[in-house]
């Protein structure tokens, strides 16, 4: 890295190996602050947290488990974050494409009181489907039920591959991935 401070100086420090010296270590060291400090703003945010996720779950009741990926925990802060507040479709929403990390549709079915939950940008089963299901039942009121639906490939999408381009895949790979 180049002395970013020897551009602040008169001329003549330039040809100094004292001045030279003292500014790289005072370079060096005002890189580590800004470093120091990027890192504390980070834990602000719950998308860039790391070392204060334990923080963000205890404010928040849910259980610290440091064994989990960063990403699940982020997801779940993120999740409780969006669920709190009035009970809407779109906080629904919310609440669900944090978990899938893709798209959903949410359907209401008042007459029956239900709603189903279709993920529409993620084909199969998404990661964390219980925890989903939990975040879900501590936001819905408790008089709603809700179900939901995945999206797979259909028989009729598959017919335009030949059989020997299906042959490298597997059955789940054949319905959620291709």
């Known amino acids: 890295m180049s002395n970013q401070l020897m551009k602040y100086l008169p001329g003549y420090y330039k040809t100094s190996q004292v001045i030279a010296n003292i500014t790289d270590v005072e370079n060096s060291e005002i890189q580590q602050f800004k470093t120091s400090l990027d890192n504390t703003l980070n ?9 204060s996720l334990d923080r963000w779950e205890k404010e928040l009741g849910i259980p610290v488990n440091k064994n989990k990926d960063i990403k699940y925990r982020r997801s779940v802060i993120k999740s409780k974050i969006r669920g709190q507040g009035t009970i809407t479709i779109n906080l629904i929403k919310n609440v669900a494409e944090s978990y899938s990390n893709g798209e959903v549709e ?56 030949t059989h020997a381009d299906l042959a490298l895949y597997t059955h789940t790979d054949l319905r959620e991935v291709i």
């Open 43 to 51: 834990q602000f945010f719950v998308d860039l947290a790391d070392t």
């Open 106 to 161: 949410v359907t209401e079915n008042n007459s029956n009181y239900l709603f189903t939950i279709t993920f529409v940008g993620t084909k199969g089963i998404p990661p964390n489907m219980d925890d989903l299901k939990n975040a879900i039942e501590d936001i819905k009121p408790a008089h709603l039920g809700f179900t939901f639906e995945y999206t797979y490939n259909t028989y009729q999408y598959l017919s335009q591959f």
